[in-house]
């Protein structure tokens, strides 16, 4: 089972974290990506984590602006967000993967969305 929190309002330009809590299995087992789905628009891909942290994945969208961690200690994957943008207003969505950062079809875990809007 996975946990999304940390959404909310923000200001353009401001900063936010999303933390995802795992429970049920093995965190460490699985890669752990966060998606977000605006209205509208299909489900986006936008970062995700290695089992151990080494690799890492960020849609180009939000490269140098959005960090993906883990701590499999805690059984948690965050998503720190800086530099926000009105267009990254969107419910986020962490999901785990068995086996790719990036293929979409691999992600078969999901946890409920949390909210992100930014306002101009």
């Known amino acids: 089972q996975l946990q999304a929190s940390g959404g909310g309002l923000v200001q353009a330009g401001g900063s936010l974290r999303l933390s995802c809590a795992a429970s049920?299995?093995?965190?460490?087992?699985?890669?752990m990506g966060w998606f977000r789905q605006a209205p509208g628009k299909d489900r986006e891909l936008v970062g995700s984590?290695?089992?151990?942290?080494?690799?890492?994945y960020y849609a180009d969208s939000v490269k140098g602006r959005f960090t993906i961690s883990r701590d499999n200690a805690k059984n948690t994957v965050y998503l720190q967000m800086n530099s926000l943008k009105p267009e990254d207003t969107a419910v986020y969505y962490c999901?785990?993967?068995?086996?790719?950062?990036?293929?979409?079809?691999?992600?078969?875990?999901w946890g409920q969305g949390t909210e992100l809007t930014v306002s101009s």
């Open positions: 999901a785990s993967s068995t086996w790719s950062l990036t293929d979409l079809r691999s992600f078969d875990s």
């Open positions: 049920g299995r093995t965190f460490s087992n699985y890669v």
């Open positions: 984590i290695s089992v151990r942290g080494i690799s890492t």
